[in-house]
């Protein structure tokens, strides 16, 4: 599959078949986590976590043998690039036929960050489990899914704007790049990523949900910025910069970054 076939077609897999991993594909998992880099620059680790070893467990998961965590260190903009490189290595996943999801909170955070070993001035934002798909879904994955509603998304104009955020973006502007934006897996499916188009200049916002706030110290909406800026050049490309062009915004809203595409 090409990367809009992999984004398009990759969906949260939370009942597995039960098989662990062969070393293969353990090994091809373990070699890219290797190579992942982001936009930032900022290293993002992955740590492979064997599920019985550790005693480590979801309750919305069933039939995974193996975890893995990623780390970062507690810095500016920690939050986009660890989205941005824990995506990629689920897009990878995917196109060996690994199923993941991205485990926030129905876990045992502590147990997990024990095992992966988390420094001070560390985050482990996020854990997936891996593991081959199953046929069928177990009945809490399916309820889970309905309860965010997974297979939805927010209208094109709702989400992408023509220089200014009164103007939503014409429907001959809505490309690939954009839709793999919109098709951007977020906490509790409420896609706070909104894009303003000025010439090739797009322009990356978070718009926040009150009911994302919370005491942690890190901002879990700034990661599914970064899995969206993934998804956007991993499409398009371009030149990826923080430099805030000041479009008038409510407060909600939040600069995050700009990627600009060249002969476009």
């Known amino acids: 599959m090409n990367m809009i076939e992999l984004i398009r077609t990759r969906k949260s897999v939370?009942?597995?078949?039960?098989?662990?991993?062969?070393?293969?594909d353990v090994k091809k998992l373990s070699d890219y986590a290797a190579t992942i880099t982001n936009p930032y620059g900022i290293s993002v680790s992955f740590v492979f976590l064997d599920a019985k070893e550790h005693g480590l467990s979801s309750p919305v998961i069933n039939g995974e043998h193996l975890y893995v965590a990623g780390k970062v260190p507690m810095v500016a903009h920690c939050e986009e690039a660890f989205g941005y490189s824990f995506e990629q290595f689920v897009l990878y996943a995917w196109s060996l036929g690994i199923g993941t999801t991205w485990i926030r909170g129905t876990m045992k955070r502590e147990l997990f960050e024990q095992a992966a070993e988390t420094a001070d001035g560390e985050l482990m934002p996020t854990v997936t489990s891996l593991g081959y798909p199953a046929t069928e879904r177990a009945e809490?994955?399916?309820?889970?899914?309905a309860t965010v509603h997974g297979d939805e998304r927010l209208e094109p104009s709702e989400l992408f704007f023509d220089k200014t955020f009164s103007t939503p973006l014409s429907?001959?502007?809505?490309?690939?790049a954009l839709d793999a934006v919109?098709?951007?897996?977020?906490a509790a499916n409420r896609q706070p990523c909104r894009v303003v188009k000025?010439?090739?200049?797009?322009?990356?916002y978070l718009k926040h949900s009150s009911a994302n706030r919370s005491s942690a110290t890190?901002?879990?909406?700034?990661?599914?910025l970064g899995i969206s800026i993934c998804h956007f050049m991993n499409v398009t490309g371009g030149e990826f910069s923080i430099a805030d062009p000041k479009i008038g915004t409510?407060?909600?809203?939040?600069?995050i970054a700009?990627?600009?595409?060249?002969?476009k």
């Not at 890190?218 to 599914?224: F, L, P, T």
């Not at 700009?258 to 002969?263: E, G, L, M, S």
């Open 14 to 24: 939370r009942t597995f078949d039960g098989r662990p991993l062969s070393e293969e």
């Open 171 to 176: 429907a001959s502007d809505y490309d690939d």
């Open 140 to 145: 809490a994955d399916i309820k889970l899914r």
């Open 182 to 186: 919109r098709w951007a897996p977020s």
């Open 198 to 204: 000025d010439g090739n200049a797009y322009h990356f």
């Open 258 to 263: 700009t990627v600009t595409i060249k002969n």
């Open 218 to 224: 890190w901002d879990v909406q700034k990661i599914d």
């Open 250 to 255: 409510d407060e909600s809203t939040e600069y």
